[in-house]
Nanobody, 124 residues
Framework: QLQLVESGGGFVQPGGSLRLSCAASGFTLDNFAVGWFRQAPGKTREGVSCITASGDSTNFANSVKGRFTIWRDNAKNTVYLQMNSLKPEDTAEYYC?????????????????WGQGTQVTVSS
């Protein structure tokens, strides 16, 4: 059974850090790009970051550039999102998703498998 499971979310004060993990089971992630998305209450889901299957190309939303890092460990079938200098506006449910291909898609339609999400709350 194909499954993506996010972990690492939690409560953190502004300026703090969290590392999210996206672990795949039932299939091999290394043939697919993987994206991280987030959705805050009352807002649409937005793309945060994406990494290609080879790991040689990444992209980030402007709102997180310079603060977030994405990488993958294909041996562990896992993709990570390191989030530093967190801000209250980063508060959201974070989801990882498997792309349909080896490259990152600009839209959610390019992703066909989603995890259940992990909550990130940034507050003082």
């Amino acid at each position: 059974q194909l499954q993506l499971v996010e972990s690492g979310g939690g409560f953190v004060q502004p300026g703090g850090s969290l590392r999210l993990s996206c672990a795949a089971s039932g299939f091999t992630l290394d043939n697919f790009a993987v994206g991280w998305f987030r959705q805050a209450p009352g807002k649409t889901r937005e793309g945060v970051s994406c990494i290609t299957a080879s790991g040689d190309s990444t992209n980030f939303a402007n709102s997180v550039k310079g603060r977030f890092t994405i990488w993958r460990d294909n041996a562990k079938n896992t993709v990570y999102l390191q989030m530093n200098s967190l801000k209250p506006e980063d508060t959201a449910e974070y989801y990882c998703a498997k792309a349909r291909t080896r490259i990152c898609s600009r839209t959610v339609l390019g992703f066909d498998s989603w995890g259940q999400g992990t909550q990130v709350t940034v507050s003082s």
